[in-house]
């Protein structure tokens, strides 16, 4: 069994928002058994020593995924709320991604990705 991300989701910046929610959504492939995947979305910046620092709450997503032999194509997205930031500017942003399952482990932290400004 194996997943991986795409890769523009690696490379991909979402726009500064002055919303009270920010969008995100990931495409990953997969092969292997039939099974129902987590997807763990969280959203922090950087550290002081350069690390990622969580400070939202973890949010879940299921997405089923059918059996096969070649790799194939699934997306999912989730609207997480942005109030634990306060009313602030904050830059140097990102969102961590998770995709847990049977056999299952791939996560990605995608730094710079939007900044706050509510």
Known sequence: MEVRLRKDFYG???????????GINVE????GLAQT????????KRGLWGEYDQESPIYYNTRAV???D???????GRAIPLSFWGDRQIDDCAVEIKIKGQG??????LWNAYT???
Do not use: R
């Open 70 to 76: 070649v790799f194939k194509s699934y997306g999912i």
């Open 116 to 118: 706050v400004n509510l």
């Open 37 to 44: 995947l987590t997807i763990e979305f969280t959203t922090g």
């Open 28 to 31: 990953f492939d997969y092969k």
């Open 66 to 68: 059918s059996a096969s």
């Open 104 to 109: 299952i482990s791939e996560s990605a932290v």
């Open 12 to 22: 991909s910046l979402l726009p500064k928002t002055s919303l009270s929610w920010i």
